[in-house]
Each structure stands twice: as structure tokens, then as C-alpha cells.
């Protein structure tokens, strides 16, 4: 038994020694492991981070600003036009649409900008719109994003100006005035609403002051307005005498085509109230014919002054109130052109002619108002001295 004892099974050094060998082995793994893990740049307790956010999604394409702002007035005619977004534009992308159309093109001046350069003036006093088109056809980015609905931009054009009104009547020549540009070269189309630098001269040097002297360089007098009605009659516009954006979107096209008056003529008729009673037709600076005339009696005198004329008949019927308070129905009244209210230019058969006679018109021998009568077209002056 003692043996037994002694023979208890004890390890020796020996034995100990793989035991600790495989400790330091295992040790060994371990931090290799710790090490490869380091290497990757992710300590073994980041495994269990969640996965990184998407990147946020691109912003839509939008209008940032256009020029002119929207409801802007008193624009320039040759404004140049831009709008900008807040994307850069791709090549090729649909441009902006203006409405009325406006010729001129459209291109873009920046990466996220593009811009208007008009080829003729926008058009005087007129309400524009510059359309940005959206949807699946609509302007693109560089990155694909699209406009996603239409944006409208809408401004007023400013008006023509009277002096440049003048300007463009006396030198398609409706006017008893020439004018003279200080420069010789071509207005830019762009430019064409424009007052441009010069003066006024006379076309003729033989009209008396009872017409001239209603002249004035910008302002709106009754020579404008005539000149104004002469030329609504040749361009089929109602003859108002108001130059409004119709009046001027045709004579900035008259004027881009280089056409004139097609009736070729200023002409002016005066009638002197002094006695006897005359009426002097006058035709580009000269005195081409003169009439008797009776003008209207005391309680309905013609009013002294100067009118375009307005309406013209070569026969028709005339009815009214007399001073006295009788009525007439004058029918076969001829070669009738009215200047002022009821007071017209016409033949009338009397005894005798030179003082007034009248109720309240010119009249003159049936004859003679046929003579006069071609010289008086719509927008011609008839002064009342």
C-alpha cells in the first residue's frame, strides 16, 4: 500500500511544460487574431454597427430668379432677358418660350443661367410672358433632374414714347416734318423703339404759322394725332388717333421694312371765318385750290381750332336741330368729310356762298366740295381760323 502510495501519479517538470508551451501558443492565435482584425482597420466590437445612411436624394430643378422679376413694368424694349436655375442646364435642354412670340434667341450665358437676346424691339407697352416649360419635355439639368411643372414670368413692356413716335411717323411720312438722325448707320433692330438722337425740320418752308406754330417736338398735338389717324387708315387699324401697342407693334414693322406713306401726300385745308368766307386746300407745302364757304350761323358757329378729319361719305344724309329749334332732314348731302363732332367739310347748294349760312358745317358749292373732297382723306387737318 505504501508503494501504492508512493506511486500516485504525479506530473513531472517535463509534463508541465507543453501545458504552458500550449498556453503561450494559444496567446499567440489570440493576438494574431487581434492583429489581423487591426489590420482591416475594424476593432472586433464595430461588427455589430448598423449599415451607413443613403446619401441624401438630389433637389428638384427650380427657377431661381428671372429678369425682368415677374410683374415688372416699364420695361425696356431692347431688355435682355435671363433665368436662372439652381441647377447647371444641360446642353440641347428645351428653352423658355416668350408669348407673344419676340424673334430672338435663346442661349445659355452661364452654367445654371440662360438668357434672351431679341432680334427686334419688344413689343411697346405689351404684357409678356416668358414661359419656362416643366415635365418629361421641360428644361433638363446636367444631372437628369427636370422642371417638374411650367413656371410664367410676366412683365409690361414699356410704352413708345411720343418723341419716338414722331420720330417713325415723319420719316415714313405722315408727318409735315422731316426728321434727321444724328447718325447715318442703321438703328440695331432691338433698338428700334427708341428715341434716337437728331431733330425735326420742316418739309416745306411755305406753310403759314395757323399750322405750324401747333407743332411741338414731343408732345401729343393735333399734327401727331392726325398724323396718327392717317396711319391707322392705311394699316386697316380703327382710326382713333390713339397710338396704343397696336398702332405701335405696325409702325415698328412698317419701319423694319423700310415702308413709307402709300398715300404719298400731307395735306392740310383752311378755312378763314373772315369774310367772304374761304376755304384754301392746301397739298405738300402749296396752296393747290380755294372754295367759297359758309360756316355756321350765331347759336351754332363752327368752333374755331384744327381737326383731324374722321369720317367721310361721298353722299349721305344729314338730320339736326337748328338754333331756332326747327329740325332739318337733309337727304343727297355730298362730298361730306366730318372734322369735329357734326361739323363737316360738304357741298350744299345756297344763293349765294362767303358768309354764315350754315349750322355749324363748311359748306361750299356741290362742285367745288367734289374738288376738295379727294384731299381730304382720313387723318387730314382742317384748321377753323
Do not use: K
Not at 209 to 227: C, E, F, K, L, N
Amino acid at each position: 500500500m505504501g508503494w501504492n502510495r508512493g506511486a500516485r501519479h504525479r506530473p513531472s517538470r517535463q509534463a508541465w511544460l507543453p501545458v504552458g508551451v500550449a498556453a503561450v501558443a494559444c496567446a499567440l492565435v489570440v493576438t494574431g487574431a487581434m492583429l489581423v482584425t487591426s489590420r482591416h482597420g475594424v476593432p472586433a466590437a464595430d461588427h455589430a454597427r448598423p449599415a451607413s445612411s443613403p446619401p441624401p436624394p438630389v433637389p428638384p430643378l427650380t427657377v431661381v430668379s428671372a429678369t425682368p422679376a415677374d410683374g415688372a413694368t416699364g420695361v425696356a424694349p431692347d431688355a435682355t432677358l435671363t433665368v436662372q436655375f439652381s441647377h447647371a442646364i444641360a446642353p440641347g435642354s428645351a428653352t423658355p418660350a416668350l408669348q407673344p412670340a419676340v424673334p430672338g434667341t435663346w442661349a445659355r450665358s452661364s452654367p445654371d443661367t440662360m438668357t434672351f437676346t431679341p432680334s427686334a424691339s419688344l413689343p411697346p407697352g405689351t404684357a409678356i410672358s416668358v414661359v419656362v416649360p416643366g415635365g418629361p419635355l421641360g428644361v433638363q439639368a446636367t444631372d437628369g433632374t427636370r422642371l417638374a411643372a411650367s413656371v410664367a414670368d410676366r412683365f409690361t413692356v414699356a410704352p413708345m414714347t411720343t418723341m419716338r413716335l414722331q420720330q417713325l411717323l415723319a420719316l415714313q411720312g405722315y408727318l409735315p416734318v422731316a426728321f434727321m438722325p444724328q447718325s447715318s448707320a442703321p438703328v440695331p433692330p432691338a433698338q428700334l423703339a427708341l428715341a434716337q438722337p437728331g431733330g425735326f425740320l420742316w418739309r416745306w418752308t411755305t406753310l403759314p404759322a395757323a399750322i405750324t406754330s401747333q407743332w411741338v417736338p414731343g408732345q401729343y398735338g393735333v399734327i401727331t394725332r392726325g398724323a396718327v389717324m392717317s396711319f391707322e387708315d392705311q394699316h386697316g387699324l380703327a382710326t382713333d388717333g390713339i397710338a396704343g401697342p397696336l398702332v405701335w407693334s405696325a409702325l415698328l414693322a412698317a419701319a423694319a421694312q423700310g415702308q413709307t406713306n402709300p398715300y404719298g401726300h400731307w395735306d392740310w385745308v383752311d378755312v378763314t371765318t373772315a369774310l367772304p368766307e374761304t376755304v384754301h386746300v392746301w397739298r405738300d407745302g402749296t396752296m393747290v385750290y380755294q372754295s367759297v364757304a359758309n360756316t355756321g350761323v350765331p347759336g351754332a358757329v363752327t368752333t374755331p381750332g384744327t381737326f383731324p378729319v374722321y369720317l367721310r361719305y361721298r353722299v349721305t344724309t344729314m338730320s339736326g336741330t337748328n338754333p331756332n329749334g326747327t329740325t332739318y332732314h337733309d337727304t343727297g348731302i355730298p362730298w361730306v368729310s366730318y372734322f369735329d363732332g357734326g361739323d363737316a367739310l360738304h357741298g350744299f347748294v345756297r344763293a349765294r356762298y362767303g358768309f354764315p349760312q350754315s349750322d355749324g358745317c363748311v359748306e361750299m358749292p356741290p362742285a367745288n366740295a367734289a374738288v376738295v373732297w379727294p384731299y381730304t382723306p382720313i387723318g387730314t387737318l382742317v384748321t377753323v381760323q
